[in-house]
């Protein structure tokens, strides 16, 4: 029997491929091939995936990382990445830093805030003449600001980089990423030396004062600045696709704006920019589902696949802003994979699905979805513009 190959082709890019849970109907966890050609296991049922993020035998490292297979040409998840020796202890010390300045109290506290500067932005399109691409003037460069303002990084070095963000991103040439990566660590490395000498109210400034690794800073900072814009980048131009493709849900938000924070978690929920997975390395045998993943041996946790499993959500693929909250989404992972980032998404988010419609009742797209050009190559994939008009 021929091994499939991941990622399956999907025709709207709203829409989960139904080969994935044929799959998962058929096999549970199921062995499936990666782009780079290697075998993996592919995890796309919800209770299976949440069982595994929070398995202290899985990892990003590999007991022997040269036979580790491959998700892709990716520096961010085509491989293994750490020390099996030292990953948990690391991770934990980590999140130990980060988490003060991702808490859900202040981020809750940053949240009037983020709402005038999506107020800002919505002024700043408002005086544009229509067609306009909501893209560059508020899913782009909201998140930037806000994550700039967070971590103490300049503004006004926003195109720079997300130009190496985009390169740490891709997906088909692994020494182009590697080298972004390492160019992105030297210019936070900088930024944490100018903190040293100018400490200010910012997250860089608290790491240089609680580390003496600025190497360790420079990479956690760097993937930071590229998770907390790009990821949140995109759930905003889904998720502007996907009110304005189910109007009776726009309408309810039109009439209550008070239903964003549900918007936002169905949005989350259904929203998939990337289908290409989480690698995991397994660090000890695993029976899990009926099936023994053996130690070494990769799993690929595939959240927007988990998001849609009939077992957890009735009618899974029907947009639902009013959705009981009763099985929350894996977009974030679970357990000791949950993203810090994940309150600082949902300020923005909220604070951008509250306004963007009130303000604009009649936004719809200046071209058929089919034509929206889209990234490509890249982890995050997600639309290179979205024009609209009103």
Not at 17 to 33: D, F, Q, S, T
Not at 202 to 222: C, F, H, K, R
Not at 374 to 381: D, E, L, M, Y
């Amino acid at each position: 029997m021929s091994i499939p190959v991941i990622p399956f082709e999907r025709g709207s890019i709203l829409d989960v491929p139904a080969a994935y849970r044929e799959l998962r109907v058929k096999e549970g966890i199921a062995r499936v091939r990666t782009p780079a050609g290697d075998e993996v296991w592919l995890v796309s049922g919800y209770e299976d995936a949440r069982k595994l993020f929070n398995d202290p035998r899985l990892g990003r490292s590999h007991p022997e990382p040269d036979k580790a297979a491959r998700l892709s040409g990716s520096a961010l998840i085509g491989g293994p990445q750490g020390d099996v020796a030292t990953e948990k202890a690391e991770h934990d010390r980590m999140r130990k830093l980060f988490m003060p300045s991702f808490s859900a109290r202040r981020m809750k506290a940053l949240s009037d805030h983020v709402g005038s500067l999506v107020e800002e932005r919505l002024d700043h399109i408002a005086k544009l003449a229509p067609p306009v691409d909501l893209h560059a003037e508020l899913s782009f460069p909201l998140p930037v600001l806000v994550i700039c303002q967070l971590l103490g990084v300049p503004f006004e070095d926003r195109e720079y980089f997300s130009g190496v963000s985009a390169r740490m991103g891709d997906m088909l040439d692994l020494k182009k990423g590697e080298a972004a990566r390492e160019e992105m660590g030297v210019y936070v490395a900088g930024l944490i030396e100018r903190k040293r000498r100018e400490p200010a109210e910012d997250v860089l400034s608290d790491l240089a004062n609680e580390l003496d690794d600025d190497g360790t800073i420079a990479q956690l900072a760097g993937t930071l600045l590229f998770a907390g814009h790009e990821t949140t980048v995109n759930r905003i131009d889904f998720g502007v696709l996907l009110l304005l493709a189910n109007p009776g849900q726009l309408d309810l938000l039109r009439a209550d704006p008070a239903l964003a924070p549900g918007a936002v978690e169905e949005i989350l929920r259904v929203a998939s920019p990337s289908l290409h997975g989480l690698p995991r390395y397994a660090h000890e045998d695993i029976e899990i589902g009926g099936r023994t993943i053996r130690r070494g041996e990769a799993i690929v946790i595939t959240p927007g696949v988990a998001n849609r499993d009939e077992r957890i959500y009735p009618d899974p693929d029907v947009f639902d802003i009013r959705r009981p909250q009763t099985d929350p989404h894996l977009s974030f992972g679970y357990g000791p994979r949950f993203c810090v980032g994940a309150s600082l998404a949902r300020v923005e988010l909220e604070a951008v699905f509250s306004r963007l419609f009130q303000r604009f009742p009649t936004l719809r797209l200046a071209v058929p979805i089919e034509e929206l050009p889209h990234k490509v190559g890249r982890i995050t994939q997600g639309f290179a513009s979205l024009p609209v008009t009103w």
